[in-house]
């Protein structure tokens, strides 16, 4: 059986992402592989087993396109609202809480961030099958 191991998004300035996904999320640098073209940055916390792979990939000036296929990331906490209220006080921007019902229940509660390079995370209140 598969097991997810990492996910991987390309970014512009290493230094500027690793500092957002300490401070937003505690994820630290687990390795950092540097080859001739580009650079691959392991991240982690005790969390969860699964790692974001920074990749930078040296030159490059502009932009990813992220295009209309990249969805988001999710993580989840044991306290949505006082995460907001953190990430709100980094300058890190959480857009706004949302309440998610489903036939008259409570499915989710979330909200997004987005990182340096605009990718989206999604931020999950822990419970139901977002553990």
């Given at each position: 059986m598969a097991k997810a191991i990492?996910?991987?998004?390309?970014v512009l300035d290493e230094a500027r992402s690793v500092d957002f996904y300490r401070k937003?999320?505690?994820l630290d640098v687990a390795e950092r592989?540097?080859?001739e073209t580009f650079?691959?940055?392991?991240l982690s916390n005790a969390e969860a087993e699964l790692e974001v792979e920074l990749t930078v990939n040296k030159g490059r000036q502009e932009p990813y396109a992220l295009g209309d296929g990249y969805g988001h990331l999710a993580v989840s906490v044991a306290d949505l609202d006082s995460e907001h209220d953190r990430l709100g006080a980094?300058?890190?921007g959480p857009k706004k809480i949302v309440e998610f019902n489903r036939d008259g229940a409570l499915?989710?509660?979330?909200?997004?961030?987005e990182d340096p390079d605009?990718?989206?995370i999604e931020v999950l209140q822990r419970q139901g099958?977002?553990?």
């Amino acid at each position: 059986m598969a097991k997810a191991i990492h996910t991987m998004i390309r970014v512009l300035d290493e230094a500027r992402s690793v500092d957002f996904y300490r401070k937003a999320f505690g994820l630290d640098v687990a390795e950092r592989l540097d080859f001739e073209t580009f650079t691959l940055v392991y991240l982690s916390n005790a969390e969860a087993e699964l790692e974001v792979e920074l990749t930078v990939n040296k030159g490059r000036q502009e932009p990813y396109a992220l295009g209309d296929g990249y969805g988001h990331l999710a993580v989840s906490v044991a306290d949505l609202d006082s995460e907001h209220d953190r990430l709100g006080a980094l300058g890190l921007g959480p857009k706004k809480i949302v309440e998610f019902n489903r036939d008259g229940a409570l499915l989710a509660r979330f909200f997004f961030i987005e990182d340096p390079d605009g990718y989206k995370i999604e931020v999950l209140q822990r419970q139901g099958r977002f553990r």
